[in-house]
Structure formats: C-alpha cells, structure tokens
C-alpha cells in the first residue's frame, strides 16, 4: 500500500528544472534572432536537462506518492520511486545525447531552430509523468505530452520523407492514442477508478476489465514499437531527420516501457500472471519479425529501425519474467539508448546535406577513411548484436537469466536464436566498412561541431564497455545497485 505524503516540491525538482528551461529558452529564442539564436537556445536546453538529470539520480530511494483527496481518503497520483528515478534518469541522459547530437545535424541542413530543442525539453516533461503516474488520467496526459512533440520533430527536415513520416506518425499516434483512452474508460466502468493502484488490486474477474487492459497494451505497444504495432516505425525512423531518429530510438522508448512497468508489474498486479503471458506471446514475435526483416534491409538507417523493433522484444522477454526482472529491465533499457545514440550518431556523422539516406555500399572502406567512426560503429554494432564483453551481451545475459528461472525457457532459446540472427546483418556492417572497396570517392561530409558529437560517441562507447565490465558501478548512477541479480552480484 503506497504511503500518501505531504507533497514536496523538492522532489518534483526535476520536472520543475525541466519548465523553467522551457520559460527560458522560449524568452530567449523570442528576443533573438532564429537562425543566430538557435544554438543559445540548444545550450540552455542542455543545461537544463543536465540539471534535471543530476536532480533526479539524487532523488530518495523510497516510495513516496502525492494525491488528493477523495471521499476523504487520500488517492496517490503520482509516485517517486526507484523506479521513477531510474527510468526518468536513463531519458534524461537521452535526451542531453540526443540535443548534443543535433547541434551540427541542424547546422549542417540549415534548419537551426530554438522550436527544435523546446519541442525536446516538452517531450521530456511528457516523460517525467510517464515514469511515475498513479492514475491512468494522468498517464494519458504524460503520453500525448510526450507524443505531440514528437509527430512536429519526424517532419523538422520539411521535405517529402519527413513530411510524410511526421504525418504517417501522427495519424497512427492518433490511433492508438483513442485505443487507449478507450481502454482507460473500460478499466473505469468496471474499477470505478482509474488510479493504477485500485486497477492493480481489482480482482473482479470482469471480461470488460480484461478488454480494457488489452486496449492499454495495444496503445503502449504502438509507443515502444512493438508487433503488430510496429508499422510505422521503419518509415518514420527513415524519413524523419537522422538527429530526431537517436532521439526516438532512445528516450521516448524508455518512458513508454516505464509507463509498461508502472501499470503492469510494479503496482503488484492481481493479473500479473495472465499480463506476463501476453508479453511473452509480444516478446517472442517482436524480436522474430524485426530481425528477419532486417535481414533484407540495404538502407542502413531502415535496418537500425526495424533493429530496434527486435530488441523491444528483447526488453519484453523481461518484462515477462515478471517484476523480479525490472533491474535487467532497467539496465537493458540503459545499455540500448548508448548502443542507438551511439549508432545513429555515427550515422549523423557519415551523412551528407544533399544525402540524408545512405545505403550499405555508402560505408564501404569507412574504416580506413574514417577510422574513428568505423571503430566506434563496429563497437555499437557488436554490443546490439550482444557480443562480449559489452554492456549489450550483459543485458541481454541477464534478460534470458531471469526469464529461464521464470520457466521461459522457450522464450530464451528463442531470443538466443534471434541474437544469431541479427549477428548476420549488424556484422554484415563492418565487413561493408572494412572489407569492401568504396564505388565512389567518398565525400568528406563536413559536420558543424564535429567535437560535440565526438562527445556523444565516447560517452555512448566508455558507457558500454563499462557496462560490459562493471554493471554495478554503472546501475549506481540511477539507484539501482541493490535490487534483484545486483545483489547478487555485488555478494550481499
């Protein structure tokens, strides 16, 4: 039973570090200048975002919950618990990647903006209510917060593909969206309620109930790109601009699968079981679908899409082994926002201004023109594909660890073979970059602050192969360090 306190503003520090960035950053882009203004704009969002990031990891690690009152009881609406801080921490350093990542790419396309990295810090804030809602009301709201942004960044480029990837993004998200809401209005008619804790201890047997958390999971599973919900993500990761897709592939994703957890596992569901089994059934055909599909991609940038369709299957084979695996959740959740932004960063960095969707015989000889992207891409690649001694293989060693001791033993064998799988087209990359001689001379592709995106590369890189070496460190940054396998490890 969560404990209702007095509400502290102390520990809503992050969200408020979060407005008062946006205040400042829409003053500061209103008196300027657009395109000269453009980058003050980014650096306050930067800071801002580092702020809100540094407030978070030092959040308390118990459960405290604000609400109102109702029938004069008080009814918890919003919780901060490890959980909160570690899915909002791992966003947050997304989204601080993410804005590193598009001060060249907008310079370098001249499409420098202040709207770009507002539209940025709102989506975060959208995050921030995902992460710890305890009432599906105010979960909704987090996730159009988070979303609406989203659909305007997919067509930032304004050109055909981002245009239709933003509108194609939009119809769908509008979509789901009504799944949802639907969904929360079923939970409602037969709950009475729609605070996640009464939803998780209801145990009326109502088949309205059961449809009602069917539509929830259909809306979630368009969030974090999950099949059969998957199909705008290949033509929306492709069209939108490359900076804008690291951020889709990292932040949001997380915040969606925290809103997952939040509803599903951690609030101690009376359903649990019958849940776990729905993800296990998700698990096993979102990783199959995007691997083999990945396998026919040439375009670089569509296989990384439907890539990251499979490793949300991934993160569901944990989720169904129950609330036990949240921590490898978690870690997962981390390892794969380095291996994306890291990998995607590349890509930024190998693009052109008049060639945003380069193919896989445009990063032939890479690794001998450009040796520092090549290095570091065949890093990315090795970790999403989950080689050693990288934090990708611990993740997913960990995912099917607790999945086996949950009797998913099918499922593990499964996701082993899905890692085979993707093997074959993530190392069909690196022998494209240094085995294969390039068909034209390539183009240098000159890059505005080249350094801040070298910045992006060698954290997503010094953050995989610490995470591959010394896990515990790593989950202490987002509070994490003494629940489930950690505690094992660490020998307590």
Do not use: C
């Not at 030092?58 to 029938?71: E, I, K, M, T």
């Not at 033993?409 to 085995?435: D, F, P, R, T």
């Amino acid at each position: 039973m969560l404990q209702v306190v007095p509400f502290d503003w102390t520990l809503f520090g992050p969200v408020l570090v979060l407005l008062a960035t946006i205040v400042i950053a829409l003053v500061v882009d209103m008196f300027g200048e657009p395109e000269r203004w453009a980058r003050p704009v980014g650096w306050v969002s930067l800071i801002g975002t580092l702020v809100a990031l540094w407030w978070t990891v030092r959040l308390p690690a118990g459960v405290l919950s604000f609400g109102a009152a109702q029938d004069g009881l008080a009814v918890p609406l919003f919780v901060v618990d490890r959980w909160t801080r570690a899915f909002m921490g791992i966003a947050l350093l997304g989204t601080a990647l993410s804005i590193l990542v598009a001060f060249g790419y907008l310079a370098r396309h001249r499409i420098e903006r202040g709207e770009y990295y507002i539209l940025m810090l709102l989506s975060a804030v959208g995050m921030w209510l995902m992460a710890g809602s305890n009432d599906l009301i105010l979960l909704f709201l987090g996730l159009e917060l988070l979303s609406l942004p989203l659909y305007i960044l997919a067509g930032f480029l304004r050109n055909a593909p981002s245009s239709e990837a933003s509108l194609k993004y939009f119809l769908l998200g509008a979509f789901s969206s009504g799944f949802f809401l639907y969904g929360v209005a079923m939970i409602y008619g037969a709950v009475g309620s729609t605070n996640i804790g009464d939803v998780a201890a209801f145990e009326g047997g109502s088949n309205l109930f059961r449809l009602g958390m069917v539509l929830l999971v259909v809306g979630f599973g368009f969030k974090v790109a999950a099949v059969p919900f998957h199909q705008w993500t290949p033509d929306v990761y492709q069209g939108a601009p490359t900076a804008v897709t690291a951020f889709f592939a990292s932040a949001p994703k997380v915040a969606g699968f925290a809103a997952v957890v939040r509803v599903f596992l951690a609030s101690g569901s009376a359903y649990a079981q019958e849940w776990t089994a729905l993800f296990a059934v998700l698990a096993a055909l979102t990783m199959t679908v995007g691997n083999l599909i990945a396998v026919t991609q040439r375009n670089v940038k569509r296989m990384l899409a439907y890539s990251s369709v499979a490793h949300v299957g991934y993160v569901l084979v944990g989720l169904a082994a129950g609330p036990q695996a949240l921590s490898s959740v978690a870690f997962y959740l981390l390892a794969y926002s380095l291996m994306s932004l890291g990998a995607f960063g590349v890509l930024v960095a190998r693009g052109e201004a008049d060639n945003e969707y380069l193919n896989l015989d445009d990063y032939a000889g890479l690794g001998f023109r450009r040796p520092f992207l090549a290095v570091g891409m065949t890093i990315f690649l090795v970790s999403l594909a989950g080689f050693p001694p990288t934090a990708g293989f611990l993740g997913k060693f960990l995912l099917f660890q607790d999945a086996y001791r949950a009797g998913l033993g099918w499922l593990v064998v499964l996701g082993v073979l899905n890692s085979v799988i993707s093997a074959y087209y993530y190392l069909g990359v690196v022998v494209q970059m240094y085995m294969a001689e390039p068909a034209a001379e390539m183009r240098p592709g000159s890059l505005p602050a080249r350094g801040l995106l070298t910045v992006v590369l060698l954290v997503s890189l010094v953050g995989l192969l610490v995470g591959g070496v010394l896990p515990v460190q790593l989950l202490e940054l987002i509070g994490l360090s003494g629940t489930g396998w950690m505690t094992a490890l660490v020998g307590s």
